[in-house]
């Protein structure tokens, strides 16, 4: 790996006696591109006081950082990736697509009739994933006595099993009418998933995706597990141990280290996990809504630094005090992960302003 050469690097100066060492073994045919670009990103990180890690990936090998000063030092320590499970349960559709056992366009009631939810027979897969299904919100339900946190989600709640009685509520718009951010949409995919497989969504995500790209340390989380990886922090200093990460199911209940995340990436970027046809639908913005694609936002946006527009293909999280940043960049074939354990306003790439376009501008223009 090419963080591991640079550790190599900094340890090959000198033996224990103090005499000069060896040089190095050279790093692989275009590491200097990419380790350039880490240099320009970790410039941009710094002076940004991010607490938490970024990672940047290339379709070979990525390297990256721990941010700001917290206890978990290790690059192996797990993270929640909230929203962006909503992206990798999105590839597993897309792989039952391609094995014909799902079509984006087909009611779900046709895969789970039993389901009692609100216009099944008109709710598609991509209603579901562009979030227009017109279906309640879980957002809608009653909130901590802190206001920082639904009540469902906390640990000493009640935990009702399955999807979350809220998703099964009356519906708030017709199918298709309009985009609505919404977790029920993905409680509901990860419910057709498991239909059409017939095995627990977790099993299906290890089998199809997380062994495929080799995230051996990823995992979907269950619920009532104990407080798990790293946690989050408010801008009063306390932490969000109290949410069990696991009730967010396909919503936001995968975890895993940082370096898995650019894994998945990599597996995207060269089409280990998706053939071309279904990586290209599934990123297909629409601007009528945003730019929503499937479960992802895919748009082009000016970097400074970069002679023309850089199309991305965006996927963000936020569970407590943590927020996550998952962005692959498919013409350069690079993509920029970043976590981050308390606030940070991370702004928006279109914006032209903010942390995320200083980052993205210093890893796709810093080398142009």
């Known amino acids: 790996m090419r ?21 190095p073994i050279p790093a692989p045919p275009g ?19 991010i607490s938490g890690q970024y990672l940047l990936s290339d379709t070979v090998d990525d390297c ?12 192996e320590t797990p993270w929640r990736w909230a929203s962006v499970s909503k992206q990798v349960v999105a590839v597993a559709v897309m792989q039952q697509v391609e094995a014909a056992k799902l079509a984006l366009d087909t009611p779900i009631a046709a895969y789970v009739p039993k389901l009692r939810v609100a216009n099944a027979d008109k709710v598609t897969l991509r209603m579901l994933l562009q979030h227009t299904s017109g279906l309640p919100n879980v957002e809608d339900g009653p909130l901590d ?13 009640p935990a009702a099993p399955g999807i979350s009685p809220i998703c099964l509520g009356k519906a708030k718009a017709e199918p298709g009418a309009r985009f609505e951010y919404n977790d029920c949409d993905t409680e509901i995919v990860g419910a057709v998933l498991e239909a059409v497989s017939g095995v627990p ?15 051996t340390g990823s995992r979907l989380l269950p619920r009532g597990e104990k407080p798990w990886g790293r946690p989050g922090y408010y801008a009063d200093g306390r932490d969000d141990r109290f949410i069990d990460i696991g009730r967010f199911g396909a919503a936001g209940a995968v975890g ?14 060269t089409g280990r996990l998706l053939k071309p046809d279904s990586r290209t639908e599934m990123e297909r913005g629409n601007p009528k809504l945003g730019y929503t694609a499937l479960a992802v936002w895919s748009y082009a946006v000016p970097l400074k630094g970069c002679a023309t527009p850089q199309k991305l293909v965006e996927r963000r999280g936020e569970i407590g005090g943590v927020q996550v940043r998952n962005i692959i960049a498919p013409e350069a074939n690079l993509a920029l992960i970043v976590f981050a354990d308390r606030p940070f306003d991370f702004g928006e790439p279109w914006q032209g302003k903010g942390g995320t376009y200083d980052l ?8 142009s």
């Open 3 to 23: 963080i591991l050469f640079l550790a190599a690097l900094l340890g090959a100066l000198s033996d224990a006696s103090g005499a000069l060492a060896k040089p």
């Open 31 to 49: 590491a200097d591109a990419l380790l350039d670009r880490c240099a320009a990103v970790e410039r941009v990180a710094a002076a940004l006081r």
């Open 64 to 75: 990256g950082n721990l941010l700001g000063t917290q206890q978990y030092r290790t690059s």
């Open 145 to 157: 006595a802190r206001k920082e946190m639904l009540v469902q989600f906390r640990y000493d709640s």
């Open 201 to 215: 969504l977790g099993d299906l995500l290890k089998k199809m995706i997380f062994d495929p790209a080799g995230m």
């Open 256 to 269: 895993g280290p940082p370096r898995d995340l650019a894994r998945f990436d990599r597996a995207l970027m």
């Open 360 to 367: 993205l501008s210093a890893a796709l223009c810093s080398a």
